[in-house]
């Protein structure tokens, strides 16, 4: 049994490498010329837009590489199948059950790769490839900006904070920065605008060139008018980390599944809409398993008959799965968004049906091939 592990996998992995390889080789061309165009708007030197390709090749192959174990697991079910050796094997005692237990190890195995480099490595590679583009571009990176929520709980009740950020930097600074203080009454009572901030280790924002509007409490026994005060550095405790401000700024894609949990739950402890950032949590901690959908979905592939068709037509048969689990995972998650579906339900109702369909098909081939 250990040879026929041995010659399975070899197979296997040495085909989804190919493949994969041949994907990012593709799409890193076409975000270099996409890049290189840019860099000629821009003046910059063409080492740069390779670069740029490169900082999003992780990020590539996180999305890809499901789609390469499918395709590259069909390529060698599928040649196994049309020169017999599969036949060889099964003839030799390589049961159904037991071929289905060697691919479900390799799909394992394959789902950790790709949780590794879809919760490490991609997500640092797509900030830094963010704020390399900030950075050559000479400005800061804005996005749309983005508004975050804080509440307190005082002596005298409890304070709501809106808080406002324009753009991050490269150097992990911000700008831009508003900050609404809400007393207990819901009446605004301070207003604090900075042209820059960086944020402590102990979560202190540190505000430059700041200017704090504070107003008087509606019902003030001796009211007021309101009060203007110019600060060069202002101290402002908060619980917001540069993580949550990070998170909330950058593209989804630059956040861990952790990153993504903590942001969720903090948006949801602050009343705010957090469905979507829920179901892409859910969608990034399910999506490694479906490289164990993948090899399930091209398993049957090794008990169709040999005049069944080329080893090609299944390849392409493999490609079509592939597009159509990336469209209804896509679908899933919109129609989730829209309908309020349960956000773990919408991320893995894709890779329960495509697995549900890959088990039917090869119980179907087993019993009557």
């Given at each position: 049994?250990?040879?026929?592990?041995?010659?399975?996998?070899?197979?296997?992995?040495?085909?989804?490498?190919?493949?994969?390889?041949?994907?990012?080789?593709?799409?890193?061309?076409?975000?270099?010329?996409?890049?290189?165009?840019?860099?000629?708007?821009?003046?910059?030197?063409?080492?740069?837009?390779?670069?740029?390709?490169?900082?999003?090749?992780?990020?590539?192959?996180?999305?890809?590489?499901?789609?390469?174990?499918?395709?590259?697991?069909?390529?060698?079910?599928?040649?196994?199948?049309?020169?017999?050796?599969?036949?060889?094997?099964?003839?030799?005692?390589?049961?159904?059950?037991?071929?289905?237990?060697?691919?479900?190890?390799?799909?394992?195995?394959?789902?950790?790769t790709t949780w590794l480099v879809g919760d490490y490595v991609a997500p640092a590679?797509?900030?830094?490839?963010?704020?390399?583009?900030?950075?050559?571009?000479?400005?800061?990176?804005?996005?749309?900006?983005?508004?975050?929520?804080?509440?307190?709980?005082?002596?005298?009740?409890?304070?709501?904070?809106?808080?406002?950020?324009?753009?991050?930097?490269?150097?992990?600074?911000?700008?831009?920065?508003?900050?609404?203080?809400?007393d207990p009454t819901g009446h605004l009572a301070t207003r604090i605008e900075a042209?820059?901030?960086?944020?402590?280790?102990?979560?202190?924002?540190?505000?430059?060139?700041?200017?704090?509007?504070?107003?008087?409490?509606?019902?003030?026994?001796?009211?007021?008018?309101?009060?203007?005060?110019?600060?060069?550095?202002?101290?402002?405790?908060?619980?917001?980390?540069?993580?949550?401000?990070?998170?909330?700024?950058?593209?989804?894609?630059?956040?861990?599944?952790?990153?993504?949990?903590?942001?969720?739950?903090?948006?949801?402890?602050?009343?705010?809409?957090?469905?979507?950032?829920?179901?892409?949590?859910?969608?990034?901690?399910?999506?490694?398993?479906?490289?164990?959908?993948?090899?399930?979905?091209?398993?049957?592939?090794?008990?169709?008959?040999?005049?069944?068709?080329?080893?090609?037509?299944?390849?392409?048969?493999g490609i079509m799965l592939g597009i159509s689990f990336v469209l209804l995972n896509?679908?899933?998650?919109?129609?989730?968004?829209?309908?309020?579906?349960?956000?773990?339900?919408?991320?893995?109702?894709?890779?329960?049906?495509?697995?549900?369909?890959?088990?039917?098909?090869?119980?179907?081939?087993?019993?009557?091939?």
């Open positions: 049994m250990k040879t026929v592990r041995r010659l399975l996998y070899r197979d296997i992995v040495a085909s989804v490498a190919f493949v994969a390889v041949a994907f990012l080789s593709l799409f890193f061309f076409i975000d270099f010329v996409e890049e290189l165009e840019s860099a000629g708007r821009s003046g910059r030197a063409a080492w740069s837009a390779a670069l740029a390709a490169g900082f999003a090749l992780p990020g590539h192959f996180y999305e890809l590489f499901p789609i390469a174990v499918l395709i590259g697991t069909i390529y060698s079910m599928s040649r196994l199948a049309q020169s017999s050796e599969f036949v060889i094997l099964r003839t030799g005692g390589l049961g159904p059950g037991r071929a289905l237990a060697l691919l479900a190890v390799l799909g394992l195995a394959f789902g950790f590679s797509e900030r830094q490839g963010v704020l390399f583009k900030a950075r050559n571009s000479g400005k800061d990176y804005s996005g749309a900006g983005v508004w975050l929520k804080e509440r307190r709980s005082t002596p005298q009740g409890d304070f709501s904070y809106s808080v406002n950020v324009q753009a991050t930097n490269p150097l992990g600074g911000m700008s831009g920065i508003r900050i609404y203080e809400f042209n820059e901030a960086r944020i402590g280790d102990d979560g202190t924002w540190t505000l430059s060139k700041a200017k704090a509007m504070h107003w008087p409490a509606p019902r003030a026994e001796s009211p007021s008018r309101m009060r203007i005060e110019v600060h060069e550095t202002l101290k402002w405790p908060s619980t917001l980390t540069v993580g949550m401000v990070t998170a909330a700024v950058l593209p989804v894609g630059t956040m861990t599944t952790a990153e993504l949990w903590r942001f969720s739950r903090h948006l949801s402890s602050q009343e705010q809409a957090a469905e979507g950032h829920e179901i892409q949590f859910w969608k990034k901690a399910l999506y490694p398993l479906a490289c164990l959908v993948m090899v399930a979905l091209a398993l049957p592939f090794a008990y169709t008959h040999a005049r069944a068709g080329s080893v090609s037509l299944k390849v392409f048969g896509n679908l899933a998650s919109h129609m989730g968004l829209l309908r309020g579906w349960t956000p773990w339900v919408a991320a893995a109702t894709p890779s329960l049906i495509y697995l549900g369909l890959s088990m039917a098909a090869f119980a179907w081939l087993v019993r009557y091939r």
